[in-house]
């Protein structure tokens, strides 16, 4: 015999060892499932084919061994309660001794199960019905898309007598699973820039995560609000620079190459939240001297993965945001790292507490940071009411409270910068 069993059957009979049998005829597989029916646990059990169903009290069952006992039990009764002695001998007794347990596969036989599982308390209920007649109610309840009737109906007893139950056992097609390639993991160095003050974060997250992602990590890294724009730019001018250099091409010649500049920031590339006036189809743009140059290239940071734009160790980019405080971030992929185990998003280092919004950029930053070590001052005494802290060290980097929140607040700002600007 052949129990498929559900997961939460699978739950209460703890001992159940999952095989990869099939069954010898369409009588020996049932699917087994857990019901509630008048606050008790019953096991409602249905052939695969047929969906004739027996159902008997789960007390008392907690191995697999004592489940196909009893059973097998119930199979016989409904076999002989309904006059199918001579289905139940040649095709069922003799593999009662034996009995495997698997997962069950059929999604559309476990939906009618469901289904059916839906109203077996109402059944119950009605006229003061017991199991009994709540069995023959199951057994003869007409069912769509059942055996093999011209029609597509049919009930379960039908079905169970039918020429369909006699052909040969249809066996599941398993598909093996790809295996999947390992995740790549990125560890990031991140510092603020122009500042006296040492503020920088170590960071790890996961190289396919969209650009996006990454920039709501940063602003959620140093303490910003998300109530503002930001860009990722990219440079790669200095690394052919140097790569001319490393063939032998000097200064000098180098200044001879016409239109050298553009040459070098023709691979420039910028990754931004898109707005009306992003993306301009001109490649391309004049100064005041009618000097032509070569614009760098926009992409979204909704369409952008991170490993895109970061390609080997020492890739760096900055990070602007808020255009108007003018804060800038530099960027600098340290390590690629290939370990499903590695948690991510994750701040593994850092120091200072980090910015505050709309006041002023760096400058302004200075000084609150004078005030706050003095422990002084109009914009101290601002701070910390904002703060509703007034002993609070900015030099200091809580990386325990910013990973509790990091996740919940990295989905904030995602959600928050899709939204139309």
């Known amino acids: 015999m052949l129990f498929r069993f559900t997961n939460s059957t699978i739950e209460k009979i703890k001992d159940i060892v999952l095989s990869e049998e099939s069954a010898e005829n369409r009588y020996c597989e049932w699917i087994c499932d857990s019901v509630l029916i008048e606050r008790k646990h019953y096991f409602f059990v249905s052939n695969s084919y047929s969906m004739v169903s027996v ?4 007390k008392g069952i907690n191995s697999f061994e004592r489940f196909c006992t009893v059973c097998n039990a ?3 009764r409904i076999c002989n309660e309904n006059g199918w002695e001579s289905i139940y001998n040649e095709f069922i007794s003799k593999n009662c001794e034996t009995s495997f347990a698997a997962k069950t596969w059929n999604r559309s036989f476990t939906a009618k199960m469901n289904h059916e599982k839906m109203y077996l308390d109402q059944i119950y209920k009605m006229d003061d019905r017991n199991l009994s007649e709540v069995e023959k109610y199951i057994n003869s309840d007409i069912m769509k898309n059942l055996g093999d009737s011209k029609d597509g109906y049919g009930t379960p007893k039908e079905v169970f007598v039918s020429d369909f139950m006699k052909l040969p056992v249809t066996t599941p097609e398993i598909k093996t699973p790809k295996p999947k390639a390992p995740k790549v993991y990125f560890q990031f160095y991140t510092q ?6 040492k503020i920088w974060r170590r960071f790890i997250i996961d190289s396919n995560e969209k650009m996006c992602t990454l920039g709501s990590l940063l602003i959620a890294l140093f303490e910003a609000q998300g109530g503002h724009l930001y860009e990722f730019s990219f440079d790669n001018s200095k690394k052919y620079e140097q790569m001319l ?7 000098k010649e180098l200044n001879k190459i016409p239109m050298l500049e553009s040459l070098l920031t023709m691979d420039n590339f910028t990754v931004s939240i898109p707005d009306e006036e992003s993306f301009d189809s001109k490649p ?5 001297e009618g000097k032509v140059h070569i614009k760098p290239k926009e992409f979204s940071v909704f369409d952008t993965k991170i490993r895109e734009c970061f390609k080997e ?4 980019c900055i990070f602007a ?6 804060w800038q971030f530099s960027l600098k992929l340290e390590k690629i790292i290939q370990n499903e185990e590695t948690k991510a998003p994750l701040a593994i280092e850092g120091e200072g507490y980090g910015i505050f919004e709309d006041v002023g950029g760096t400058y302004a930053l200075e000084e609150i940071y004078k005030q706050f070590k003095n422990k002084n001052g109009e914009m101290y005494d601002s701070i910390s009411d904002w703060l509703e802290e007034t002993d609070k060290d900015l030099t200091v ?10 996740k919940s607040r990295i989905r904030m700002f995602n959600q928050s910068y899709k939204e139309p600007w």
């Open 245 to 251: 250099k490393e063939k032998g091409i000097t200064k």
């Open 192 to 197: 603020l820039e122009d500042f006296s003050t």
């Open 74 to 76: 119930e199979i016989k």
């Open 313 to 316: 160790i020492d890739d760096e």
């Open 397 to 406: 980097f809580d990386m325990d409270d910013m990973n509790k929140n990091l």
């Open 321 to 326: 945001y808020d255009f108007g405080d003018g």
């Open 284 to 288: 391309y743009f004049l100064d005041m």
């Open 55 to 58: 159902i008997f009290p789960a």
